[in-house]
T-cell receptor, first 110, second 110 residues
Framework: DTEVTQTPKHLVMGMTNKKSLKCEQH?????MYWYKQKAKKPPELMFV???????INESVPSRFSPECPNSSLLNLHLHALQPEDSALYLC?????????FGPGTRLTVT | GQNIDQPTEMTATEGAIVQINCTYQ??????LFWYQQHAGEAPTFLSY????GLEEKGRFSSFLSRSKGYSYLLLKELQMKDSASYLC???????????FGAGTILRVKS
């Protein structure tokens, strides 16, 4: 099973809203990631969690706040986003060779 | 620095063979990945090369030469559904970090 799940699939939020994206994997992977992807661009790394600890933050604005409640779950809390934050947000997990992506959340900020 | 180059676009005919090249210069190397991404969807893992040589998986093969900083993805018996973006990504030594190329858009015509 190489499945990473993400909810919701689509999200529309205003600039004053607070929302959360959720990611789950049951492959026993100990590294989990958040990426942001704009149209016709490759995925852009945001955060890496390794063994439930934040190991990489790619200078992401504080309006994005990651959380790893346990080894299977990864959340991304969103607050006071800007229209330019509209994108596909991808979660991934890995252990050794192979980084597997979830289906993504299509986020629109109005 | 990190630099991964791949052609922007390629066009090939249904039933033919196409080779997508990727060259890289990265700080450290722990393997090279190829992903397929259809428009609006998440990247799908295709292959992982860590040693020199050819890895074959059905219609898809991937080759790596570490000394030349070079890889290619070979797609045989092209089908219309192979029209997608193909992403080359290098696993660097900076703990669990994948660096992506810009992607190659492959168009398969009948």
């Amino acid at each position: 099973d190489t499945e990473v799940t993400q909810t919701p699939k689509h999200l529309v939020m205003g600039m004053t809203n607070k929302k959360s994206l959720k990611c789950e994997q049951h492959m026993g992977h100990r590294a989990m990631y958040w990426y942001k992807q704009k149209a016709k661009k490759p995925p852009e790394l945001m955060f890496v969690y390794s063994y439930e600890k934040l190991s990489i933050n790619e200078s992401v604005p504080s309006r994005f706040s990651p959380e790893c409640p346990n080894s299977s779950l990864l959340n991304l809390h969103l607050h006071a986003l800007q229209p330019e934050d509209s994108a596909l947000y991808l979660c991934a997990s890995s252990q050794g060779g192979g980084q597997y992506f979830g289906p993504g959340t299509r986020l629109t900020v109005t | 620095g990190q630099n991964i180059d791949q052609p922007t676009e390629m066009t090939a005919t249904e039933g033919a063979i196409v080779q997508i090249n990727c060259t890289y210069q990265t700080s450290g190397f722990n393997g090279l990945f190829w992903y397929q991404q259809h428009a609006g969807e998440a990247p799908t893992f295709l292959s992982y090369n860590v040693l020199d040589g050819l890895e074959e998986k059905g219609r898809f093969s991937s080759f790596l030469s570490r000394s030349k900083g070079y890889s290619y993805l070979l797609l045989k018996e092209l089908q219309m559904k192979d029209s997608a973006s193909y992403l080359c990504a290098v696993w660097t030594e900076y703990g669990n970090k994948l660096v992506f190329g810009a992607g190659t858009i492959l168009r398969v015509k009948s």
